[in-house]
């Protein structure tokens, strides 16, 4: 039966079979199954078409599949839309409607949704996604588009049963064949070449099944839970799967069965071969899904050998196994897995493949049904572990980690869902487990600190696994998931898992260690810390980011201490690995504490959230004194890597320094490391701790008040970085609130001041800089209301603004003036830079700020900030500003400034000054009175009293012991008899008076604050516990630790100082304003005491404000000081120095004066230079300068009587240009479609931006004269033909020049020069190009100047004396001559030369197709052709950068220097070798009555072209071009005249025309009534006269129909006609102005008013008389001057016409109508909002190839979608981008590339990346659209773009320049 039923019509079989199943007794289902049996026989290969028109056939049950998906599509019910989308689908993310930071829409829904003015963005996906409109989980309701709306499934009907039964019996059977050809395809290893090839074509073959598959996953809610009943049921699947269905196939169902089982085997985490005992694998058999990764050897842990094997055989030492605490008994998170569903299977088969796009795509099709979802995802997690497996080992892992996440992040985002899977898959423990299982791969050996006795193992960053960031979609999981609290609540109660994680977080703490090298360079510079940043900020930072979001109340404490237990005890264990006592290794630095980070953020939180108690999270002095050192070395480490100690180690380490501190780590990373430092310093005993800041960063030497000392750890030269680097450290760590007290707000507040200060950023750029909370519900997310707000708070922002140098600038932010004043934070910002010079640029800026306001006119130091109130936990931090160490570090720092000693700096000094401020604003709670009674009673000869910084600022020390090299000045001292203080070489320590006499026996009282440290943290450790001293290697007090101080060649010397720390503040003052007694405390002078001082003004000044600030508060903290301060002051009151100061002041006086001097000299010399600067940019550089004089004397530097001097810019010499040393102008040539692409209408074209709208070129200037010129040719002989119009309006040649000249001989050895540089240049040498010596402009040819005697130019006799006819005659006589021109062709001469080799330049730089429009190629009347034209196109240009005009600025108007008067003379020289036969003459047809050549004489040959048909402009160059010698202006006069006539007969013919047939006939008839009056210059007598000589042909007859009733729909008035004829003849006249104005130097005349223009450049040009001038508007008529009678030259032109006129009769009116009359070219107009284009273009089809373009890109002038590097539309190796600029610019392209939003120009060989004209709300553009913000036109980009199109100065503006190769 199911053979007959296969021999069918398929889809009358497919019908007759669904009306058999229908029936109860159950045949039609056995018919069904035989017939599938044969249909889908593993024997048949699945990728034929027949298998699947059969399915299809059958699932439609006798309907065509299309119709049936209608049917079916009409029941869908869904409303989560679900589309999933590969990788680079544009999608968008809207974070208003977004509940989950990962929600995401397709175009579609986002665009029928509601997001106006939300905070959206469009972006390319990297992965893949899925559409989350209509899911309530992921995204609120509001912002569901119409169809996914909730309501909009109410009132769909239900799907009948009969419809989908077909689908019921078929998709078992089709789901059975895809897993079977799964099974059999399967291959390993995948590894192996062959193999990957065999499973890509097993996953080819089933693409066609998949395809079916996935269309009917897309029909709807229907099909979909007919598949989900499929693949998730059990029962199904055992049917199937048995193998006792297929009873004729059991030897295939058995084969089948084993190679799935043989896949299997290897699906455990632990494999088999990998166990040490295998009987564990019989007893899990029947288990699904957990095992343990190793509590003891027995449970399946790896046996030794593999162990070794597995870490690189580098020997682990103990490893500690981690323990999984497994409260269910399911025996195996990773033994093999079971399957018991399709749903199961297909996802194994899945991973197996390595996650092929088509399957994941269909897996995830299917997700809005809810149950498959549910399904899938358990069964997503029953795989996770052997998913990971996968991924490890796969050489493909970018592309699968991509594939994995995008099913994970649309399983894990939704909270339901994952709190689910975590209770009852135990989610958690699988993903812990798998990331330890992952780390366990790649440990080493951990070498910090002590090397042999380490037994810490760390990860190593040189793995793939880590280099590769492998890694990553399980911690992108991991992370997911703790987002949702009820998940992450479940992990925090877990301590078992918390145990394990600590475990894992342990593997990175201490990784990539970096070792100091003393010798030798590092040879290998290893990249590994990218791997290491990266792997602690993913893996380690993250999660804590994601559970301290749900430690924020007070209910959530406990969390908090639990994990704080446990960092603490993960910190003992790894102090005990590394076997660390209390000193750090010296010389080497790991930037990576994970444990210590965990460890301050939770104490952080703790406090700051959630009002716990400080002390009862803090572990005991001694473990504080362990935990302080590491992050302490960073901070010294830090300092070392600044001032090159590191240098031998590479950039490599600068780049950790950087990192550390970049936005994106540093509130994981520096933060949580200083926040710690202040939490052990505010708990440490202050001296302990200020004495091992000053060890850790090696500066101990240093602080001796001797002035040579020697340093054991410490090179000179970084001696002075280390010490400003210490005290920094100090500040930033006492005046740092981040963790301490500060509230978001003031955070953000701060980070963005800080950002703002070093320099004007701009919205991206500021968001990227501030460290975000990673935290997604912080509120400091991009564009977020919270971040807008603070920074329209602080910052104004500064729209783009466009330099003429043509650098586009973005929107910018730039801090507001009371930011500066009041908020600008030196110590944030030098916490935040990245580079140091921005510190240096910060302190610019506010220095600028000062001055410009007035404030401060100096040059200013950092300005001192009143600091945020610290948290009550946290007040110990300020007793390190009260401790005797800091107080004796301050003194001996202020005693080393005031004596001048090296290696001093003024930012040393400033930070001292900054912590004694910080110790008057915090000082302690008891009263300074009880300090002073105190001080009485302690010993008098101690260093200091007691702590308090305000008593001991004036406490005196009279004698200092210290310790000296014996070369030492103070070496010769003797030493006074009473008692004195000493120094070792740290820092001088206490002694009693009966000491002294004891001194040189017991050297134990020589006191070094080195060893007193050790001897304070040996006293805490006992305190700590009495056996500690046994157990721990602390050397004790007594044991023979060498100090520096007690090398041999040191000697002991006693310094009287006398002085105490604020004597020495009033000297400092004296030195740094450079004056004796320069401070005089104001108080004496007026009796109103301190209260005067307002801390405001005094808070910007340099050094000498900051110690008067200082005194001031002494005075105000207390009497005593004030009154010290008085006595000083009056001491020094008469200037009597001591001797030994005086020398040095006077040196440092000296020395001031000298800097002022030399100060002063440098910005006289700066200020000299940049007015010579200036004065250079005005007259040489400016691209935009005006042109007033520049006509005939180009670059002349004087006008002498004679001839013009040049100056060549090569050789610096001056002198004219001769025939035998010519001089050149540096010219740029280039061809240019500009005018070509001008129209009509005055409004630009659209961009079209649906399929509707459509551009058509021809109403373009190009078009029109194209045209033009094959109808004349077609009917008129070639040669008169190419004499009649101009060329070049498409790929004509525009010369323009920088106004530079040199002599050619010397340009010539310039090329030579650049030729034989090996330096890479960004243009072409062998092309010719180059770049002006001195301006570096662009450019590509020398334009010889023409050796001309000036005195010419005066001789001329006024024109006025002779009368038009004598002119005439003398232009004539003139033709007639042969050349009598200076320069003789006939002599060749180096002018010449260089004449013609310039001309080969002008040809050669358009394209041939350009230049030839002859019928004969290369004939000679091309070339004439060619030459006038290009002085028309240069004339025309010109024009069209005056604005179109010569009124209005545009005569006057700013254009370039031009060289039009040198080219002029090279195409002359040309045009003169071309006789013009005197039988054609034109001058003669136009100036005389002749008669009219029989045409009959020759009938082939074509007729003369007459004269009303040819372009006048073109007429007027040819006659001036071709004039044999020097032209005087009488005879330009005499031409232009005669050409008026003509012109105005031809607007008066164009105009008749346009009248209807009624009022030619009325102004034919009005005007033979004025016949006798004036009548040649009478327009009406003319009107009348045309029409009626015309009027003899038929030619009106032709023009009667559709074409001109268009044209005239008004009535004509006389002011109409009038106006008309001014409008036609206006474009002559103004080429006429400019060439008179280039070839006579006159200048252009100026009206204001538009209506003037034609009178003014009439009179300009001689046609009118100045007497005429005056009356307000001339009259177009009265400039007329007929040489023979007007009636009848018009006559014989007309006849001309008539006579021609039979031939073609249908082209005369086009012919005859001629409109000079031209917009000025503008690019397309753009539609305002950037995604009207994006959208329509970025998935529109290529018209040549028909896909769609990898790189879209639309020309700007023509709106030509081209394919940019598409190789699909290369035509002879050019791509079409090239192309294009070719046809449609003549080598220059402008560019919209759809996908970037950029513009790119192509100008010949070269393009360059020019900017975008589209910028965000911010002002900023968006380059590949990485944003996705919205983007809106900026219209003054746009003009600029326009203006640089239309002036050819692309070149020139733009510096960027690459080569593109054709490949565009």
């Given at each position: 039966?199911?053979?007959?039923?296969?021999?069918?019509?398929?889809?009358?079989?497919?019908?007759?079979?669904?009306?058999?199943?229908?029936?109860?007794?159950?045949?039609?289902?056995?018919?069904?199954?035989?017939?599938?049996?044969?249909?889908?026989?593993?024997?048949?290969?699945?990728?034929?078409?027949?298998?699947?028109?059969?399915?299809?056939?059958?699932?439609?049950?006798?309907?065509?599949?299309?119709?049936?998906?209608?049917?079916?599509?009409?029941?869908?019910?869904?409303?989560?839309?679900?589309?999933?989308?590969?990788?680079?689908?544009?999608?968008?993310?809207?974070?208003?409607?977004?509940?989950?930071?990962?929600?995401?829409?397709?175009?579609?829904?986002?665009?029928?949704?509601?997001?106006?003015?939300?905070?959206?963005?469009?972006?390319?996906?990297?992965?893949?996604?899925?559409?989350?409109?209509?899911?309530?989980?992921?995204?609120?309701?509001?912002?569901?588009?119409?169809?996914?709306?909730?309501?909009?499934?109410?009132?769909?009907?239900?799907?009948?049963?009969?419809?989908?039964?077909?689908?019921?019996?078929?998709?078992?059977?089709?789901?059975?064949?895809?897993?079977?050809?799964?099974?059999?395809?399967?291959?390993?290893?995948?590894?192996?070449?062959?193999?990957?090839?065999?499973?890509?074509?097993?996953?080819?073959?089933?693409?066609?099944?998949?395809?079916?598959?996935?269309?009917?996953?897309?029909?709807?809610?229907?099909?979909?839970?007919?598949?989900?009943?499929?693949?998730?049921?059990?029962?199904?699947?055992?049917?199937?799967?048995?193998?006792?269905?297929?009873?004729?196939?059991?030897?295939?169902?058995?084969?089948?069965?084993?190679?799935?089982?043989?896949?299997?085997?290897?699906?455990?985490?632990?494999?088999?071969?990998?166990?040490?005992?295998?009987?564990?694998?019989?007893?899990?058999?029947?288990?699904?899904?957990?095992?343990?990764?190793?509590?003891?050897?027995?449970?399946?842990?790896?046996?030794?050998?593999?162990?070794?094997?597995?870490?690189?055989?580098?020997?682990?030492?103990?490893?500690?196994?981690?323990?999984?605490?497994?409260?269910?008994?399911?025996?195996?998170?990773?033994?093999?897995?079971?399957?018991?569903?399709?749903?199961?299977?297909?996802?194994?088969?899945?991973?197996?493949?390595?996650?092929?796009?088509?399957?994941?795509?269909?897996?995830?099709?299917?997700?809005?049904?809810?149950?498959?979802?549910?399904?899938?995802?358990?069964?997503?997690?029953?795989?996770?572990?052997?998913?990971?497996?996968?991924?490890?080992?796969?050489?493909?892992?970018?592309?699968?980690?991509?594939?994995?996440?995008?099913?994970?992040?649309?399983?894990?985002?939704?909270?339901?869902?994952?709190?689910?899977?975590?209770?009852?898959?135990?989610?958690?423990?699988?993903?812990?487990?798998?990331?330890?299982?992952?780390?366990?791969?790649?440990?080493?050996?951990?070498?910090?600190?002590?090397?042999?006795?380490?037994?810490?193992?760390?990860?190593?960053?040189?793995?793939?696994?880590?280099?590769?960031?492998?890694?990553?979609?399980?911690?992108?999981?991991?992370?997911?998931?703790?987002?949702?609290?009820?998940?992450?609540?479940?992990?925090?109660?877990?301590?078992?898992?918390?145990?394990?994680?600590?475990?894992?977080?342990?593997?990175?703490?201490?990784?990539?260690?970096?070792?100091?090298?003393?010798?030798?360079?590092?040879?290998?510079?290893?990249?590994?810390?990218?791997?290491?940043?990266?792997?602690?900020?993913?893996?380690?930072?993250?999660?804590?980011?994601?559970?301290?979001?749900?430690?924020?109340?007070?209910?959530?404490?406990?969390?908090?201490?639990?994990?704080?237990?446990?960092?603490?005890?993960?910190?003992?264990?790894?102090?005990?690995?590394?076997?660390?006592?209390?000193?750090?290794?010296?010389?080497?630095?790991?930037?990576?504490?994970?444990?210590?980070?965990?460890?301050?953020?939770?104490?952080?939180?703790?406090?700051?959230?959630?009002?716990?108690?400080?002390?009862?999270?803090?572990?005991?002095?001694?473990?504080?004194?362990?935990?302080?050192?590491?992050?302490?070395?960073?901070?010294?480490?830090?300092?070392?890597?600044?001032?090159?100690?590191?240098?031998?180690?590479?950039?490599?380490?600068?780049?950790?320094?950087?990192?550390?501190?970049?936005?994106?780590?540093?509130?994981?990373?520096?933060?949580?490391?200083?926040?710690?430092?202040?939490?052990?310093?505010?708990?440490?005993?202050?001296?302990?701790?200020?004495?091992?800041?000053?060890?850790?960063?090696?500066?101990?030497?240093?602080?001796?008040?001797?002035?040579?000392?020697?340093?054991?750890?410490?090179?000179?030269?970084?001696?002075?970085?280390?010490?400003?680097?210490?005290?920094?450290?100090?500040?930033?760590?006492?005046?740092?609130?981040?963790?301490?007290?500060?509230?978001?707000?003031?955070?953000?507040?701060?980070?963005?001041?800080?950002?703002?200060?070093?320099?004007?950023?701009?919205?991206?750029?500021?968001?990227?800089?501030?460290?975000?909370?990673?935290?997604?519900?912080?509120?400091?997310?991009?564009?977020?209301?919270?971040?807008?707000?603070?920074?329209?708070?602080?910052?104004?922002?500064?729209?783009?603004?466009?330099?003429?140098?043509?650098?586009?600038?973005?929107?910018?932010?730039?801090?507001?003036?009371?930011?500066?004043?009041?908020?600008?934070?030196?110590?944030?910002?030098?916490?935040?830079?990245?580079?140091?010079?921005?510190?240096?640029?910060?302190?610019?800026?506010?220095?600028?700020?000062?001055?410009?306001?007035?404030?401060?006119?100096?040059?200013?130091?950092?300005?001192?900030?009143?600091?945020?109130?610290?948290?009550?936990?946290?007040?110990?931090?300020?007793?390190?500003?009260?401790?005797?160490?800091?107080?004796?570090?301050?003194?001996?720092?202020?005693?080393?400034?005031?004596?001048?000693?090296?290696?001093?700096?003024?930012?040393?000094?400033?930070?001292?000054?900054?912590?004694?401020?910080?110790?008057?604003?915090?000082?302690?709670?008891?009263?300074?009175?009880?300090?002073?009674?105190?001080?009485?009673?302690?010993?008098?000869?101690?260093?200091?009293?007691?702590?308090?910084?305000?008593?001991?600022?004036?406490?005196?020390?009279?004698?200092?012991?210290?310790?000296?090299?014996?070369?030492?000045?103070?070496?010769?001292?003797?030493?006074?008899?009473?008692?004195?203080?000493?120094?070792?070489?740290?820092?001088?320590?206490?002694?009693?008076?009966?000491?002294?006499?004891?001194?040189?026996?017991?050297?134990?009282?020589?006191?070094?604050?080195?060893?007193?440290?050790?001897?304070?943290?040996?006293?805490i450790i006992n305190r700590n516990s009495d056996n500690a001293i046994q157990n721990a290697d602390v050397r004790p007090k007594t044991s023979k630790w060498t100090a520096p101080s007690s090398t041999p060649q040191l000697t002991t010397a006693i310094l009287e100082v006398r002085e105490s720390m604020l004597s020495l503040l009033i000297k400092l003052h004296y030195k740094l304003s450079g004056k004796q007694n320069s401070y005089y405390p104001f108080w004496l002078e007026d009796s109103e005491s301190t209260s005067r001082l307002d801390p405001m003004q005094q808070s910007h000044g340099d050094g000498t404000t900051a110690v008067e600030r200082i005194l001031i508060k002494t005075a105000a903290r207390s009497r005593q000081n004030k009154c010290s301060i008085e006595e000083i002051c009056r001491k020094v009151a008469p200037p009597v120095p001591p001797k030994k100061n005086s020398s040095a002041d006077k040196k440092a006086l000296d020395k001031e004066e000298r800097r002022q001097k030399a100060r002063e000299r440098q910005q006289k010399l700066l200020a000299e230079f940049a007015s010579r600067q200036k004065s250079f940019m005005e007259t040489a550089m400016d691209l935009e300068s005006p042109d007033s004089d520049v006509a005939m004397d180009i670059g002349s530097s004087e006008q002498q009587d004679s001839e013009t001097v040049y100056d060549c810019v090569i050789c610096g010499q001056s002198g004219p240009s001769t025939e035998e040393r010519p001089t050149g102008l540096v010219v740029l040539l280039q061809a240019s479609s500009v005018l070509g692409h001008r129209r009509r209408s005055t409004e630009p074209k659209k961009l079209p931006t649906s399929d509707e709208e459509q551009i058509y070129p021809e109403d373009t200037c190009g078009t029109a004269h194209d045209v033009r010129i094959t109808d004349l040719q077609q009917y008129f002989k070639d040669s008169s033909c190419l004499q009649s119009v101009s060329i070049g309006w498409e790929g004509g040649v525009y010369v323009q020049t920088c106004g530079h000249t040199l002599h050619i001989d010397c340009h010539k050895s310039y090329m030579e020069s650049l030729r034989n540089d090996q330096v890479l240049q960004s243009f072409s040498v062998d092309k010719g190009e180059f770049t002006c010596p001195l301006c570096r402009q662009f450019a590509n040819s020398v334009l010889p100047c023409y050796p001309e005697k000036s005195e010419e130019k005066s001789i001329w006799s006024p024109y006025i004396s002779k009368t038009l006819q004598a002119l005439i005659e003398e232009v004539e006589e003139q033709q007639e001559q042969l050349g009598m021109f200076p320069v003789s062709i006939s002599s060749v001469t180096n002018l010449s030369k260089e004449m013609e080799s310039v001309m080969k330049d002008i040809k050669n730089t358009t394209q041939k197709k350009y230049i030839d429009y002859g019928k004969t190629p290369g004939s000679p009347d091309n070339d004439f052709l060619f030459m006038y034209s290009v002085a028309r196109l240069n004339l025309e240009l010109e024009l069209v950068h005056r604005g179109g005009n010569l009124c209005l600025g545009g005569a006057s108007a700013t254009t370039k220097r031009s060289c039009l008067n040198q080219l002029l003379h090279v195409l002359a020289m040309h045009m003169r070798l071309f006789r013009i036969d005197s039988a054609y003459n034109p001058w003669t047809r136009l100036t005389r009555l002749t008669q009219v050549i029989d045409s009959g004489i020759c009938d082939d040959e074509k007729p003369e072209v007459p004269l009303l048909y040819r372009d006048i402009s073109s007429l007027l160059l040819i006659l001036v071009l071709t004039m044999p010698q020097e032209l005087h202006?009488?005879?330009?006069?005499?031409?232009?005249?005669?050409?008026?006539?003509?012109?105005?007969?031809?607007?008066?013919?164009?105009?008749?025309?346009?009248?209807?047939?009624?009022?030619?006939?009325?102004?034919?008839?009005?005007?033979?009534?004025?016949?006798?009056?004036?009548?040649?210059?009478?327009?009406?007598?003319?009107?009348?006269?045309?029409?009626?000589?015309?009027?003899?042909?038929?030619?009106?007859?032709?023009?009667?129909?559709?074409?001109?009733?268009?044209?005239?729909?008004?009535?004509?008035?006389?002011?109409?006609?009038?106006?008309?004829?001014?409008?036609?003849?206006?474009?002559?006249?103004?080429?006429?102005?400019?060439?008179?104005?280039?070839?006579?130097?006159?200048?252009?005349?100026?009206?204001?008013?538009?209506?003037?223009?034609?009178?003014?450049?009439?009179?300009?040009?001689?046609?009118?008389?100045?007497?005429?001038?005056?009356?307000?508007?001339?009259?177009?008529?009265?400039?007329?001057?007929?040489?023979?009678?007007?009636?009848?030259?018009?006559?014989?032109?007309?006849?001309?016409?008539?006579?021609?006129?039979?031939?073609?009769?249908?082209?005369?009116?086009?012919?005859?109508?001629?409109?000079?009359?031209?917009?000025?070219?503008?690019?397309?107009?753009?539609?305002?909002?950037?995604?009207?284009?994006?959208?329509?273009?970025?998935?529109?089809?290529?018209?040549?190839?028909?896909?769609?373009?990898?790189?879209?890109?639309?020309?700007?002038?023509?709106?030509?979608?081209?394919?940019?590097?598409?190789?699909?539309?290369?035509?002879?190796?050019?791509?079409?981008?090239?192309?294009?600029?070719?046809?449609?610019?003549?080598?220059?392209?402008?560019?919209?590339?759809?996908?970037?939003?950029?513009?790119?120009?192509?100008?010949?060989?070269?393009?360059?990346?020019?900017?975008?004209?589209?910028?965000?709300?911010?002002?900023?553009?968006?380059?590949?659209?990485?944003?996705?913000?919205?983007?809106?036109?900026?219209?003054?980009?746009?003009?600029?773009?326009?203006?640089?199109?239309?002036?050819?100065?692309?070149?020139?503006?733009?510096?960027?320049?690459?080569?593109?190769?054709?490949?565009?």
């Amino acid at each position: 039966m199911a053979v007959s039923l296969l021999r069918r019509d398929k889809r009358s079989a497919a019908a007759s079979l669904k009306a058999e199943c229908s029936r109860p007794d159950g045949r039609g289902v056995q018919l069904l199954n035989d017939l599938l049996d044969s249909v889908l026989s593993p024997e048949r290969a699945l990728a034929e078409a027949e298998v699947i028109e059969w399915c299809k056939c059958l699932i439609a049950g006798g309907e065509s599949f299309d119709d049936f998906c209608k049917m079916v599509c009409a029941y869908d019910n869904a409303t989560l839309c679900g589309l999933v989308w590969t990788a680079n689908f544009v999608a968008y993310r809207c974070r208003t409607c977004g509940i989950s930071p990962c929600m995401s829409l397709c175009a579609e829904c986002f665009n029928a949704g509601e997001h106006t003015g939300h905070d959206f963005n469009m972006f390319r996906s990297q992965a893949g996604g899925a559409c989350d409109c209509g899911d309530s989980s992921v995204m609120r309701d509001s912002g569901f588009c119409k169809r996914h709306r909730s309501t909009a499934s109410l009132n769909i009907p239900s799907v009948p049963n009969e419809l989908m039964m077909m689908s019921e019996h078929i998709l078992p059977r089709v789901i059975l064949r895809l897993v079977q050809h799964l099974r059999d395809g399967y291959s390993e290893p995948v590894s192996d070449p062959a193999t990957e090839r065999d499973l890509q074509k097993t996953l080819q073959q089933m693409d066609p099944l998949i395809s079916l598959l996935e269309d009917l996953t897309k029909m709807g809610g229907a099909t979909r839970s007919i598949l989900t009943r499929v693949l998730a049921n059990h029962q199904i699947y055992k049917d199937l799967c048995s193998g006792d269905l297929c009873t004729g196939e059991k030897t295939y169902a058995k084969k089948n069965y084993e190679k799935y089982l043989a896949a299997l085997k290897g699906s455990g985490l632990v494999t088999s071969k990998e166990r040490s005992v295998t009987s564990v694998l019989d007893q899990m058999a029947g288990a699904s899904n957990v095992t343990i990764l190793g509590a003891t050897a027995g449970t399946g842990q790896m046996d030794s050998s593999d162990e070794e094997e597995q870490d690189g055989n580098q020997r682990v030492g103990k490893r500690k196994r981690v323990e999984l605490c497994n409260s269910t008994k399911d025996p195996s998170i990773m033994d093999i897995l079971k399957h018991k569903c399709f749903l199961e299977e297909i996802l194994f088969w899945t991973v197996k493949y390595e996650f092929p796009q088509k399957m994941v795509t269909f897996l995830l099709n299917m997700l809005p049904d809810q149950d498959y979802k549910i399904a899938f995802t358990k069964t997503f997690v029953q795989h996770y572990a052997f998913i990971m497996k996968t991924l490890i080992k796969s050489h493909e892992s970018d592309t699968m980690s991509n594939r994995i996440v995008h099913i994970s992040v649309q399983l894990f985002s939704n909270e339901e869902l994952a709190r689910q899977v975590t209770e009852e898959c135990q989610l958690l423990e699988i993903m812990v487990t798998v990331l330890l299982y992952m780390m366990e791969s790649c440990l080493i050996k951990s070498e910090l600190q002590d090397e042999e006795n380490n037994f810490h193992v760390v990860v190593n960053c040189g793995e793939p696994l880590l280099k590769n960031n492998t890694y990553w979609p399980l911690v992108s999981d991991f992370i997911n998931i703790l987002s949702h609290q009820s998940v992450a609540k479940r992990f925090l109660e877990d301590q078992g898992l918390l145990q394990m994680w600590m475990n894992f977080v342990s593997f990175f703490q201490g990784m990539n260690l970096n070792k100091r090298e003393l010798n030798e360079h590092v040879e290998f510079e290893s990249q590994t810390y990218y791997a290491a940043f990266a792997a602690e900020l993913e893996a380690c930072a993250q999660p804590m980011w994601g559970l301290l979001t749900h430690c924020k109340i007070r209910e959530t404490q406990g969390y908090t201490r639990t994990v704080v237990r446990y960092c603490l005890d993960a910190l003992q264990d790894w102090f005990d690995a590394i076997n660390f006592v209390d000193e750090p290794a010296p010389n080497q630095v790991t930037f990576h504490l994970p444990l210590h980070r965990y460890y301050a953020m939770f104490l952080s939180k703790a406090i700051r959230c959630q009002q716990l108690d400080l002390d009862s999270l803090l572990p005991d002095q001694e473990m504080l004194m362990k935990m302080m050192v590491h992050p302490l070395q960073i901070q010294a480490s830090l300092s070392e890597i600044h001032s090159n100690m590191w240098v031998r180690n590479g950039l490599q380490i600068k780049g950790q320094a950087m990192t550390y501190v970049q936005s994106h780590f540093c509130n994981s990373m520096i933060d949580p490391d200083i926040f710690l430092l202040q939490v052990c310093a505010s708990r440490l005993d202050p001296d302990y701790f200020v004495s091992s800041v000053f060890e850790r960063f090696k500066v101990v030497d240093l602080l001796t008040m001797a002035s040579q000392h020697q340093n054991a750890a410490l090179d000179t030269e970084h001696e002075r970085s280390m010490l400003e680097g210490a005290l920094t450290f100090l500040v930033i760590l006492l005046s740092l609130r981040i963790h301490l007290g500060m509230t978001d707000d003031e955070i953000l507040r701060a980070e963005m001041v800080a950002q703002l200060c070093m320099s004007d950023r701009t919205h991206s750029t500021l968001l990227d800089l501030i460290p975000e909370n990673p935290n997604p519900k912080s509120g400091i997310i991009p564009g977020s209301y919270y971040f807008e707000n603070m920074l329209s708070a602080v910052a104004d922002f500064k729209a783009p603004v466009f330099e003429p140098g043509g650098s586009m600038q973005q929107g910018m932010y730039t801090p507001k003036a009371d930011v500066w004043n009041q908020e600008f934070d030196p110590i944030m910002v030098i916490l935040r830079t990245v580079y140091r010079r921005d510190v240096q640029s910060a302190m610019d800026r506010y220095m600028g700020f000062l001055k410009q306001t007035g404030k401060f006119c100096g040059n200013p130091w950092p300005p001192y900030r009143e600091r945020a109130p610290l948290n009550p936990s946290y007040k110990g931090l300020m007793r390190i500003l009260h401790c005797k160490t800091l107080h004796i570090v301050l003194f001996t720092l202020l005693y080393k400034m005031s004596m001048d000693h090296q290696n001093m700096s003024e930012h040393i000094l400033c930070m001292v000054l900054y912590l004694i401020e910080l110790g008057l604003d915090n000082l302690p709670e008891e009263t300074v009175e009880e300090e002073e009674m105190f001080g009485e009673e302690r010993c008098s000869d101690s260093w200091f009293h007691g702590t308090n910084i305000a008593t001991n600022l004036n406490h005196v020390i009279n004698y200092v012991r210290v310790r000296v090299p014996e070369t030492a000045p103070e070496v010769t001292r003797e030493p006074p008899a009473s008692t004195s203080s000493d120094t070792s070489s740290f820092v001088q320590g206490s002694r009693r008076a009966t000491a002294l006499n004891r001194e040189s026996s017991n050297t134990a009282q020589v006191f070094s604050l080195v060893a007193e440290r050790r001897r304070k943290f040996q006293e805490i450790i006992n305190r700590n516990s009495d056996n500690a001293i046994q157990n721990a290697d602390v050397r004790p007090k007594t044991s023979k630790w060498t100090a520096p101080s007690s090398t041999p060649q040191l000697t002991t010397a006693i310094l009287e100082v006398r002085e105490s720390m604020l004597s020495l503040l009033i000297k400092l003052h004296y030195k740094l304003s450079g004056k004796q007694n320069s401070y005089y405390p104001f108080w004496l002078e007026d009796s109103e005491s301190t209260s005067r001082l307002d801390p405001m003004q005094q808070s910007h000044g340099d050094g000498t404000t900051a110690v008067e600030r200082i005194l001031i508060k002494t005075a105000a903290r207390s009497r005593q000081n004030k009154c010290s301060i008085e006595e000083i002051c009056r001491k020094v009151a008469p200037p009597v120095p001591p001797k030994k100061n005086s020398s040095a002041d006077k040196k440092a006086l000296d020395k001031e004066e000298r800097r002022q001097k030399a100060r002063e000299r440098q910005q006289k010399l700066l200020a000299e230079f940049a007015s010579r600067q200036k004065s250079f940019m005005e007259t040489a550089m400016d691209l935009e300068s005006p042109d007033s004089d520049v006509a005939m004397d180009i670059g002349s530097s004087e006008q002498q009587d004679s001839e013009t001097v040049y100056d060549c810019v090569i050789c610096g010499q001056s002198g004219p240009s001769t025939e035998e040393r010519p001089t050149g102008l540096v010219v740029l040539l280039q061809a240019s479609s500009v005018l070509g692409h001008r129209r009509r209408s005055t409004e630009p074209k659209k961009l079209p931006t649906s399929d509707e709208e459509q551009i058509y070129p021809e109403d373009t200037c190009g078009t029109a004269h194209d045209v033009r010129i094959t109808d004349l040719q077609q009917y008129f002989k070639d040669s008169s033909c190419l004499q009649s119009v101009s060329i070049g309006w498409e790929g004509g040649v525009y010369v323009q020049t920088c106004g530079h000249t040199l002599h050619i001989d010397c340009h010539k050895s310039y090329m030579e020069s650049l030729r034989n540089d090996q330096v890479l240049q960004s243009f072409s040498v062998d092309k010719g190009e180059f770049t002006c010596p001195l301006c570096r402009q662009f450019a590509n040819s020398v334009l010889p100047c023409y050796p001309e005697k000036s005195e010419e130019k005066s001789i001329w006799s006024p024109y006025i004396s002779k009368t038009l006819q004598a002119l005439i005659e003398e232009v004539e006589e003139q033709q007639e001559q042969l050349g009598m021109f200076p320069v003789s062709i006939s002599s060749v001469t180096n002018l010449s030369k260089e004449m013609e080799s310039v001309m080969k330049d002008i040809k050669n730089t358009t394209q041939k197709k350009y230049i030839d429009y002859g019928k004969t190629p290369g004939s000679p009347d091309n070339d004439f052709l060619f030459m006038y034209s290009v002085a028309r196109l240069n004339l025309e240009l010109e024009l069209v950068h005056r604005g179109g005009n010569l009124c209005l600025g545009g005569a006057s108007a700013t254009t370039k220097r031009s060289c039009l008067n040198q080219l002029l003379h090279v195409l002359a020289m040309h045009m003169r070798l071309f006789r013009i036969d005197s039988a054609y003459n034109p001058w003669t047809r136009l100036t005389r009555l002749t008669q009219v050549i029989d045409s009959g004489i020759c009938d082939d040959e074509k007729p003369e072209v007459p004269l009303l048909y040819r372009d006048i402009s073109s007429l007027l160059l040819i006659l001036v071009l071709t004039m044999p010698q020097e032209l005087h202006k009488e005879h330009f006069t005499c031409i232009v005249k005669v050409l008026y006539n003509l012109l105005y007969t031809q607007a008066i013919a164009t105009l008749s025309v346009r009248f209807s047939e009624e009022e030619r006939t009325a102004w034919k008839n009005s005007g033979k009534l004025k016949i006798m009056c004036n009548s040649d210059k009478s327009w009406e007598v003319l009107l009348s006269h045309i029409i009626g000589e015309l009027s003899k042909g038929k030619l009106y007859c032709a023009s009667d129909t559709d074409q001109v009733s268009m044209l005239s729909t008004s009535v004509w008035s006389p002011q109409s006609i009038e106006y008309s004829i001014q409008q036609f003849c206006l474009p002559f006249l103004r080429t006429t102005s400019l060439l008179q104005h280039h070839l006579f130097g006159d200048d252009l005349p100026n009206c204001q008013r538009t209506e003037e223009e034609f009178g003014m450049l009439a009179s300009y040009l001689g046609l009118l008389l100045s007497s005429l001038q005056s009356s307000d508007e001339a009259n177009s008529s009265s400039c007329l001057e007929w040489p023979v009678a007007a009636l009848d030259i018009i006559s014989q032109w007309c006849s001309e016409v008539m006579t021609s006129a039979e031939s073609h009769s249908e082209q005369v009116m086009n012919l005859l109508v001629q409109d000079p009359q031209w917009s000025l070219p503008c690019l397309l107009q753009l539609p305002e909002n950037y995604n009207t284009i994006f959208q329509y273009y970025h998935r529109k089809a290529c018209v040549h190839c028909s896909k769609v373009p990898k790189d879209p890109a639309l020309c700007l002038v023509c709106g030509t979608f081209v394919c940019l590097k598409g190789q699909c539309c290369k035509q002879q190796s050019y791509c079409e981008c090239v192309l294009h600029s070719q046809n449609c610019g003549a080598g220059t392209g402008i560019f919209l590339l759809i996908n970037a939003s950029v513009i790119i120009v192509i100008r010949g060989h070269r393009f360059c990346l020019w900017g975008s004209v589209y910028l965000d709300t911010h002002g900023e553009e968006d380059r590949d659209l990485r944003r996705g913000k919205p983007l809106y036109l900026c219209s003054e980009r746009y003009k600029v773009l326009e203006q640089q199109w239309v002036t050819h100065t692309f070149d020139h503006i733009n510096k960027r320049w690459g080569a593109h190769y054709n490949g565009l």
